[in-house]
């Protein structure tokens, strides 16, 4: 279904942008365009019905789409700002069939940018602690160093679960859980 006229000119114009041919990719580089021509349409349709990316509810699904997203772009060689391209692909694909995506252009475009930036910082220093983690050649990683890595540098534990599984390295979750359950006490323990 990725190659069907609803999907293919995102992943398109992602290949483009990434300077991949579709046909002639790698089994890796055709899934991070078919999860990037999928997930436009999802974050597309998620903004224009009001959904802003947060930590709560369905804002927490638009940023780990959106988040996802940039990663699998920089897995293939998109290093700039590039989402908001894609969805403009999508909108062109779909407003016919859902006009509210055209009259909601400009907050989708803005909510899209305002996001990829921001993580595009966060990404930078998250991804340099989590190669220096594989590059030490563990197989491990400790729950405290995944919860550094999410309180400290903002790196989502998933993110973190979703490269280190690439490199055959497992993760401490429940020493995670661990280290964010007394994370909560402190904070509730200053509030009081």
């Keep these: 279904n990725?190659?069907?006229d609803l999907i293919f000119p995102i992943?398109?114009?992602?290949?483009?942008?990434?300077?991949?041919?579709?046909?002639?990719a790698n089994f890796n580089q055709k899934a991070s365009l078919k999860i990037l021509g999928d997930h436009t349409r999802a974050i597309i349709h998620l903004i224009s019905d009001g959904v802003i990316a947060s930590n709560l509810g369905r804002g927490y699904v638009?940023?780990?789409?959106?988040?996802?997203?940039?990663?699998?772009?920089?897995?293939?060689?998109?290093?700039?700002?590039?989402?908001?391209?894609?969805?403009?692909?999508?909108i062109e694909?779909?407003?016919?069939?859902?006009?509210?995506?055209?009259?909601?252009?400009?907050r989708i475009m803005s909510e899209i940018n305002i996001e990829e930036i921001k993580f595009h910082q966060t990404l930078d220093r998250g991804e340099k602690l989590?190669?220096?983690?594989?590059d030490s050649?563990?197989?491990?990683?400790?729950?405290?160093?995944?919860?550094?890595?999410?309180?400290?540098?903002?790196?989502?534990?998933?993110?973190?679960?979703?490269?280190?599984?690439?490199?055959?390295i497992e993760v401490d979750l429940i020493g995670f859980a661990e280290e964010m359950k007394k994370q909560k006490e402190r904070a509730k323990a200053s509030s009081q």
């Design 2 to 4: 990725y190659e069907t």
């Design 11 to 24: 992943i398109e114009k992602a290949s483009q942008l990434a300077k991949v041919d579709y046909f002639s």
């Design 62 to 90: 638009l940023r780990r789409l959106l988040r996802r997203m940039i990663r699998h772009g920089r897995l293939i060689g998109i290093e700039d700002i590039f989402i908001s391209k894609l969805a403009e692909v999508g």
């Design 93 to 106: 694909l779909m407003k016919n069939s859902y006009p509210d995506l055209q009259n909601n252009y400009e």
């Design 130 to 134: 989590v190669n220096q983690l594989i």
């Design 137 to 168: 050649g563990i197989n491990l990683v400790s729950g405290s160093q995944a919860f550094e890595l999410y309180d400290t540098y903002g790196f989502p534990i998933e993110l973190t679960k979703e490269i280190l599984k690439e490199k055959n």
